[in-house]
C-alpha cells in the first residue's frame, strides 16, 4: 500500500522523499505565504517542480484575480513545468474554456470552503466548472475538499480525479474520520472514546496511548496526538481506495511532511495494509 500526500513550496524545507510507490502532488503554498506577508516568485517555483517527480503541479495562483492566474500559470509552462492552473469559486466558469484553449490539460478548482459563497452556490459553481472540464477532456483536482462529505455532496466528489485534505489533522481538535470497513466516520475522541477503542482493538498498531489520559496531565512530545493522525491518515487513505474503486479521486494528505517524520512512514502503511478494502471488495 502507498501513501498519497501534498507538498507545498511554502514549506519547502520540509520535503523529503516518500517510500517507492508514493503519490506525490506539489502546491506553491501561495496563500500561506501571503498570509505571512511573504511573495513566491514563479521561477523559484517553477525551478522546484522541476528538481521533483511528482503526479501533479499546481501552478502559483492568486485567489480572485483569475487573470494573474493564467498568467502565472503560462509563465511557469514557458519555464518547462506542466502545472495545473486554477479556477476560485466567484470567477466565471467560462474561464475553464480559456484555460482549455491556452492548452492546460489539467484544472485546480480551488475557494469550494469559503465565508464568501454558500455551500449551495460553491457545489452549484463547481459542478458548472466540472461540465465545462468535462466537455474539454481536462484532468480536474479540487483543493480542501474534506472527507467525509455528506450524501448529498459525494456525487459532487466522485466527479474530481483527485482532492487533498487536512481532515486526518482532526485529532487535534479532539475530533477524527476513521474508516469503518465500510465508510469513513468522525468520531469526537471525547464522546466517542470506547467505539474509537473498540474499532482500533483489530488495527496493527497499540492505540492505547492515544485513548488513556489521566486528567490534568499533558500528552509528551505529542504522542497521543500522532497516534490519532496515524489512524486518521491510514483512514483517509483506504477510503481514498474505496473511492478509487467507484472511478473517484485520489486524496492526497496535506501537511503530511511537517507533521511525521520518515520513520512513521512504514507505521501508516502498515495500518493502511490491514483496514484498507481489498481490491475485490472495494
Known sequence: MTLSVLASFAFADQYRPLPPGSHLMLDSGGFSVWSKGGTIEVADLAAWYLSIPADRYAALDVIYDPQASRANALAMRDLGADVTPAVHAGTPPAEVDRLA????????????????NSRADADAWAHACLDRADA???????FGITPPVTPSRIALLLRFDSVDSTSWLLGRYRA?????????VNFSINRDRLAIAALLRSWPLDFTPA??????????GGERLRLLQVAGAASLLAYSRWLQARGGPRIYLASYLGTF?????????????????????A
Open 261 to 281: 517524520p520518515a520513520a512513521w512512514d512504514a507505521k501508516i502503511t502498515t495500518v493502511l495494509d490491514a483496514i484498507a478494502p481489498q481490491p475485490e471488495a
Open 211 to 220: 485513548l488513556t489520559r489521566q486528567r490534568g496531565t499533558s500528552d509528551p
Open 176 to 184: 477524527t474520520p476513521l474508516w469503518d470497513g465500510r465508510r469513513l
Open 136 to 142: 474539454c477532456g481536462m484532468s480536474v483536482h479540487g
Open 101 to 116: 484553449a491556452d492548452g492546460f490539460t489539467t484544472l485546480a478548482l480551488g475557494g469550494l470552503v469559503n465565508r464568501r
